[in-house]
């Protein structure tokens, strides 16, 4: 048995490509489609109800194009808005927030000497800082373990802009992280799509030693998981993937190259009813 229908992944823009191309790396014969809702980003700043009204809206146009699973590639919307999509779904939906925070609190236990606990640090945009939606979740799995917060807005436009190892980035990464870094943590999450390309500039302002949790790696690992062998695609090709967006420009082009890390031609655009 196989079933053919895509995998549907959503972001508020480009940086849940990171998201697409780690489900592809894993599941290579899935056909994946992929909308962007570029005409109303970032999402990371606008308040839960528009965030949730905005994510209601993409999941729906999704599940009208016949998908067999939903993946919300957006920290926000998954922090904001999960439980909604969930309940208008009658496919299985992964988010971006539970996979990273299961594996933030492995890799705390076996990084903790004689049982110090150490607190576990999250970067992420102001929206998802303010839900907790990771400090609920680390903390359900681990009892009493400190979670610190950062949010640190000039990470999306530089990871857009292509300037993820210059000395503007060096210096945004020094200014947001001197509090991570004196906080002991030595598990930190990055709790937003754009972060992953960031990450040596991130690494570099933090102590040796300290491991960076990847959500797009995380929530790959959580789809595969989600799709038992009677749902995946048969194994006859590789799959084909469909970018969809909501405003399209030749700067949008480029930035998502940079996350596809190959030229982002087929960009198709389409209007959420």
């Not at 576990?120 to 929206?127: F, G, N, Q, R, Y």
């Not at 800082?129 to 903390?139: E, K, P």
């Not at 300290?210 to 959580?222: G, I, Y």
């Amino acid at each position: 048995m196989s079933d053919p229908r895509p995998i549907g992944l959503f972001d508020s823009g480009v940086g849940g490509l990171t998201v697409l191309e780690a489900v592809a790396r894993r599941m290579p014969f899935e056909d994946l489609l992929y909308l962007g809702d570029t005409a109303r980003l970032p999402y990371g700043t606008k308040s839960p109800e528009t965030v949730r009204r905005y994510a209601r809206r993409a999941i729906g146009f999704l599940l009208a194009q016949g998908v067999k699973a939903v993946v919300v590639a957006c920290n926000t919307a998954s922090a904001l808005a999960l439980d909604a999509i969930e309940e208008m779904s009658p496919v299985p939906v992964v988010g971006v927030v539970a996979p990273g925070a299961e594996a933030a609190v492995a890799a705390a236990r076996a990084s903790d000497p004689a049982g110090t606990r150490a607190p576990i640090a999250v970067l992420a945009t102001e929206a998802t800082v303010v839900s907790d939606a990771y400090g609920h979740a680390i903390r359900a799995l681990d009892p009493g373990r400190d979670v610190t917060h950062t949010a640190c807005p000039l990470f999306v436009p530089l990871a857009e802009e292509g300037w993820t190892e210059n000395e503007v980035a060096q210096a945004a990464a020094s200014l947001y992280l001197a509090d991570v870094a004196r906080s002991g943590a030595r598990v930190v999450v990055l709790g937003c799509t754009h972060y992953p390309l960031l990450a040596h500039t991130i690494a570099g302002a933090l102590p040796p030693g300290t491991l960076l949790v990847d959500s797009a790696e995380t929530a790959a690992r959580a789809v595969e998981a989600a799709l038992p062998p009677a749902f995946r695609r048969g194994e006859t090709s590789h799959g084909t993937t469909r970018l969809l967006v909501t405003d399209a420009s030749e700067r949008l082009r480029r930035v998502a190259g940079r996350f596809l890390g190959r030229p982002a031609a087929d960009l198709t655009l389409i209007d959420l009813p």
